[in-house]
């Protein structure tokens, strides 16, 4: 069974440090993976993804992630934090026989100044 | 990327009452769309699937006769709660895949007050 596991439900930083969210995955397939950025009161928008090809992804607002398969991994950072990267940040894997998104419990990303 | 869009964006309703909520792909075609439901500070828990001329295929433990879901067109899904209570308030959030059914896009939500 797929599944996917979030460390930690807050990350603290301080504004203009490293940002780390750590998210790892259970597939028994090559993962489809995703995160997802979530704004209070607001659908989710899509970050970045990895598919297949390059194993290190950039996605939007400076942020990146590393597909490692050897650690069942799917981390998501950012080199300088901003005060407005603050808010909650969900990993996915998609369900191989149907196309669902396997959610992580997200991790809520607190920036201090 | 493509666009969902949700209407309404909230809804406050008394309790006994149904109400309506509207997924539309705006630039491409959906046959599939996802209803999911946002408790506060938790992640999104899948209520079902939505398949465009099909009966919806729900979660364990959703009540398909309380949910109903109507995929009628290609671009269109809906979610109506019927008969709804207190405990329905949450926010609504449907999805659909792309083209290609790589990646999921999301609409904006609905929050839902029930009195």
């Known amino acids: 069974a797929q599944s996917v596991t979030q460390l930690g439900s807050h990350v603290s930083v301080s504004e203009g440090a490293l940002v780390l969210l750590r998210c790892n995955y259970s597939?028994?397939?090559?993962?489809?993976l995703f995160w997802y950025v979530q704004y209070p009161n607001q659908g989710l928008q899509l970050l970045l993804k990895y598919t297949t090809g390059a194993t290190l992804v950039k996605g939007i607002n400076g942020f990146e992630a590393e597909f490692k398969k050897s650690e069942t991994s799917f981390h998501l950072t950012k080199p300088s934090a901003h005060m407005s990267d603050a808010t909650e940040y969900f990993c996915a894997v998609r369900r191989d026989s149907n196309y669902q998104l396997i959610w992580g419990a997200g991790t809520k990303l607190i920036i201090k100044p | 990327g493509a666009v969902v869009s949700q209407h309404p964006s909230w809804v406050i309703c008394k309790s006994g009452t149904s109400v309506k909520i509207e997924c539309r792909s705006l630039d491409f075609q959906a046959t599939t769309m996802f209803w999911y439901r946002q408790f506060p500070k938790q992640s999104l828990m899948l209520m079902a699937t939505s398949n465009e001329g099909s009966k919806a295929t729900y979660e364990q433990g959703v009540e398909k006769d309380k949910f109903l879901i109507n995929h009628a067109s290609l671009t269109l899904s809906t979610l109506t709660v019927t008969s709804a209570h207190p405990e329905d308030s949450s926010f609504y959030i449907c999805s659909a895949p792309s083209t290609g059914q790589e990646t999921q896009y999301f609409g904006p939500g609905t929050r839902l007050l029930v009195l």
């Open positions: 597939s028994s397939v090559p993962p489809y």
